[in-house]
């Protein structure tokens, strides 16, 4: 497990660029079998964010999940395996407001809240919260 703080800018630096910092938890995911995808809140920003290699998996029976998260993936098939009619009803109850961001990309699974980053007396609380979000994805099923 890694724990980090990131900071990255979007834009162009001269013109328009916004800056960004945030605490990330990263847990090894090598051996889960998990497909690599993005999950993020449905922000309009998200939404219109391009993922290159990445397409959108959309639930039509799940209206509410679409509404609160966006879900990207390399493999919609193995995604749709993972993110079963009981894994989101589980989601839903770890992450009521929909506000993690928690990717698998290779041996690694990232759990972050875009944008915070975590004080130092926060940090057992936070990295509790990470430990809980990707237990619900690491967890064998």
């Excluded at 964010?49 to 990207?72: D, H, M, N, T």
Aim: aromatic share 14%; hydrophobic share 45%.
């Amino acid at each position: 497990m890694l724990f980090f703080d990131f900071r990255y800018r979007f834009g162009l630096r001269l013109i328009a660029s916004v800056g960004y910092s945030q605490t990330v938890a990263a847990f090894s995911a090598r051996l889960t079998g998990l497909p690599d995808f993005q999950l993020t809140p449905a922000t309009s920003l998200e939404r219109v964010a391009p993922r290159v290699g990445r397409q959108v998996v959309r639930f039509e029976s799940r209206p509410e999940f679409e509404k609160k998260y966006w879900l990207r993936a390399s493999d919609e098939i193995a995604a749709r395996a993972l993110f079963t009619e009981a894994f989101i009803d589980q989601l839903s109850i770890t992450d009521p407001k929909a506000a993690w961001y928690v990717e698998k990309s290779g041996r690694w699974l990232l759990v972050y809240l875009h944008g915070k980053s975590c004080a130092p007396l926060q940090v057992a609380n936070f990295f509790q919260a990470c430990r809980t979000m990707a237990d619900l994805f690491l967890t064998p099923r």
